[in-house]
């Protein structure tokens, strides 16, 4: 089992190099080993694209040509997540290496999404081949925390962030803009927005701050954008609706597509806002979000108790007064320095984030 769990470790590295390329699918790496030796390895790079265990194999009948199908046979190929058993985008995977009659193959854990789980397994058991199960499956759960939160509660994975100095405040108390944090802090916080589908504010925050929420300080794409604006008080001339990227703005009376802006009016706009305004962000599959929103959006998630994660960087200026940072109920933790600031993780449901 642990050297299992050596080339498991390696497919969940290679996974990972896939985040933010592959929404609404989930992370995944594959490697194929022979004799002790990893012979081929690859991850799943875009959406849409073929998925790991096909580029494994790919690699392997490129290098190997008439040897591959022996050296099939007596390999042991690793995935992080049980192998496709349905037509999507591309051809099931299960299939493939049912008929590469693969000697071994060993899964972290099952696919939650109902066309999969246990499916692919089955297949690839009835081709004659041997599945290990349950390898590293709450590391490969918790990589894919994005997917399992979208198929299962069918709704995006929501991170809460904001930035709070030393004694409690997050922004002026007339509403204008006041930076907080340090250019590191900055940096990864583009880093994140590269990693994630989309990221939220409200008016005020739009209006105060006027923000792109790009990843200029990152190499990366840019998140879709959304914007809360009941009363449609954000003008056209907004960096938010300048048409480089995708924006979403949920309101209260407008219906309509304008370039890369999509208006969406929301019927009873103040019942159950957070509510609607993911399942709709779902039915758009969207994987997960960044609330980046002032105080008022981010306790209409936290009071509605939809929110997954909270990143939470503290400066070391002092105020004296302003608008108080939310207060999210939940236990620090992960906390490290970022520059001049300390950042602190919460996890809304901290038992998961221990699996990790």
């Known amino acids: 089992m642990q050297e299992h769990e050596v080339y498991m470790r390696r497919c969940l590295e290679l996974a990972r190099l896939g985040m933010g390329m592959v929404s609404p699918n989930p992370m995944v790496g594959a490697v194929l080993v022979h004799d002790g030796k990893i012979v081929a390895e690859n991850y799943h790079q875009r959406f849409g694209g073929p998925h790991a265990e096909v580029l494994v194999i790919e690699e392997a009948l490129a290098k190997y040509g ?46 939650p999404f109902d066309q999969v789980n246990g499916k692919g397994i089955a297949m690839m058991k009835e081709a004659g081949i041997q599945v290990i199960e349950g390898v590293l499956a709450d590391a490969s759960q918790w990589l894919n925390r994005r997917f399992t939160t979208r198929v299962g509660q069918q709704r995006p994975y929501v991170i809460l962030k904001w930035a709070q100095t030393a004694d409690g405040y997050m922004a002026p108390a007339d509403s204008t803009q006041r930076w907080i944090t340090g250019a590191e802090a900055k940096q990864l916080v583009h880093r994140w927005r590269s990693e994630e589908d989309a990221v939220l504010v409200g008016t005020q925050t739009a209006l105060a701050d006027n923000p792109r929420l790009n990843v200029r300080e990152w190499k990366g794409k840019d998140p879709k954008r959304v914007l809360i604006d009941k009363h449609l008080a954000v003008g056209t001339t907004a960096h938010l609706l300048d048409g480089s990227t995708e924006t979403i703005v ?33 039915l758009m599959d969207i994987q997960s979000i960044i609330i980046e929103g002032g105080r008022k959006t981010l306790d209409l998630f936290i009071g509605a108790n939809l929110w997954d994660e909270a990143r939470v960087f503290t400066s070391p200026q002092v105020w004296g007064g302003g608008i108080a940072a939310p207060i999210c109920h939940a236990v620090e933790a992960e906390s490290r320095q970022v520059g001049v600031d300390r950042l602190d993780i919460y996890y809304r449901n901290n038992e998961q984030h221990s699996t990790s």
């Not at 390999?75 to 591309?90: D, F, I, N, R």
């Not at 304008?258 to 962000?281: C, M, R, T, V």
């Open 250 to 282: 949920f309101n209260a009376t407008r219906t309509d597509w304008e370039g890369s802006n999509k208006y969406i009016a929301l019927e009873d706009f103040d019942w159950y806002l957070p509510q609607k305004i993911l399942f709709q962000l779902y």
């Open 66 to 111: 008439d040897g591959a199908a022996a050296l099939f046979r007596n390999s042991t190929m690793y995935v992080s997540l049980e192998p496709c058993a349905h037509y999507g985008k591309t051809p099931p995977c299960a299939k493939l290496l049912a008929e590469h009659q693969l000697g071994e193959v060993v899964v972290a854990c099952r696919d």
